[in-house]
C-alpha cells in the first residue's frame, strides 16, 4: 500500500484525504466522535495523466474536493443545514474571486505605484514582474500570519500538522497507531504550501514575457489567463522535488515550501492525530477493496 499516493487537507475539527481511488474527510463532533465521509472516484480522467495540463485540473478538484470537506465539517462541528451543490460552487467562485484580487490584482496594483517612483521598474518588463512577484509573496506571508493569529485556525494548523505526520507515516511503512505517528516530521515535501510557493517564482518567470508597455487591465487579465499554465509547470515540479528530495537541487525547491509550514502547521495532539488516521485508513480502503475484487 506504500506505492499509493496520498495528499490531504485540514478541515474545522478534522482532516480530509484524497487518493488516486477517492476521498474520506473524518471530523469530530461536539461529543467526542468521529464522523466520516468518503467518495469513491467514478472514473479517472486521461486529463489526470498528462503531464502539465493535469496540473490545473488536479488543482481545481483539489479546491472542489476542500470546498467539499469543509462543508461537511461544519455541518458535523456546528450542526449547520446540508448545502447544496450550487451554494457550494458559489463559495468556491467567491474564493477564487477572493484570491485573484488579493494575489494578482492587488500586487499589480502596488507594483504599478512602485513604477511612479522608480522608472526602472515601469520600463523593464523583467524588473517590472520580479517587484510584483516579491510583493505578492509579501501579500501571501502577511495573509497566512494574520489567520494564524485566529485561534479557530490555529486548531485547523494543527490538523494539517496530523495530515502530515499521518502520511510521513504511511510513506515509511508505520504502522498507523498514534503513538508511532508522533514521532514524524509535521513538515511534507509536496504540501499545498509548497506549492505555492513553487506557482509563485514560477509566475515572475511566465509573467515576465508579458511586456512592460501593456495597460493595467491587459497585465491583469494575462496573469489570470496564464494561471492554468504556472499551475501546470508548477505541479510537475512539485513532483520532481518530492522525487528529488534527498539531492542538492531537490532541497533548493522545497526549502521555501517547508520553511514556510513552520507557519501553517502546528504540533497535534493525539486526538487530532488519531482524526487524521481515520480519514486515510478510510481512503485506503479503496484500493485494499480494488486490490481484493483483483485477487
Known amino acids: 500500500m506504500k506505492d499509493v499516493t496520498v495528499g490531504g487537507q485540514a478541515v474545522i475539527e478534522g482532516v480530509m484525504m484524497k487518493s488516486p481511488k477517492g476521498w474520506a474527510v473524518a471530523v469530530r463532533n461536539p461529543d467526542g466522535e468521529i464522523i466520516i465521509k468518503s467518495e469513491k472516484f467514478k472514473k479517472q480522467s486521461v486529463i489526470s495523466k498528462i503531464p502539465v495540463i493535469r496540473g490545473f485540473f488536479i488543482l481545481f478538484e483539489t479546491l472542489w474536493l476542500g470546498m467539499k470537506a469543509i462543508d461537511f465539517s461544519s455541518k458535523v462541528v456546528f450542526k449547520e443545514e446540508k448545502s447544496s451543490p450550487w451554494s457550494l460552487a458559489l463559495s468556491l467562485f ?79 511503512g508505520e504502522q498507523l497507531i498514534a503513538e508511532n505517528i508522533q514521532k514524524y516530521s509535521r ?48 505541479y510537475e515540479i ?28 502546528k504540533e497535534p495532539d493525539s486526538s487530532q492525530i488519531e482524526v487524521a488516521c481515520e ?5 485506503l480502503s479503496f484500493s485494499e477493496k480494488e486490490k481484493e475484487s483483483n485477487a
Open 238 to 265: 512539485l513532483k520532481l522535488s518530492a522525487k528529488w528530495q534527498n539531492n542538492f537541487l531537490g532541497r533548493i525547491i522545497i526549502f521555501p515550501g517547508l520553511g514556510f509550514q513552520k507557519i501553517t502547521t
Open 94 to 172: 467567491l474564493a477564487l474571486i477572493i484570491g485573484i484580487s488579493l494575489f494578482i490584482i492587488l500586487p499589480l496594483y502596488m507594483t504599478r505605484l512602485t513604477g511612479y517612483l522608480m522608472e526602472i521598474v515601469s520600463t523593464n518588463s523583467f524588473i517590472f514582474n520580479f517587484v510584483d512577484g516579491i510583493i505578492r509573496i509579501f501579500v501571501f506571508i502577511g495573509y497566512v500570519v494574520i489567520i494564524s493569529m485566529w485561534s479557530q485556525m490555529k486548531r485547523i494548523f494543527a490538523y494539517h500538522g496530523a495530515e502530515h505526520k499521518t502520511i510521513n507515516a504511511f510513506e515509511s
Open 187 to 234: 513538515l511534507h515535501v509536496r504540501c499545498g504550501t509548497s506549492f505555492i510557493f513553487i506557482v509563485l517564482i514560477i509566475s515572475i518567470l511566465v509573467f515576465s514575457m508579458i511586456p512592460s508597455s501593456w495597460n493595467f487591465l491587459l497585465k491583469a487579465v494575462s496573469r489570470i489567463v496564464l494561471l492554468p499554465v504556472i499551475a501546470g509547470v508548477s
Open 279 to 283: 480519514a486515510l485508513k478510510a481512503v
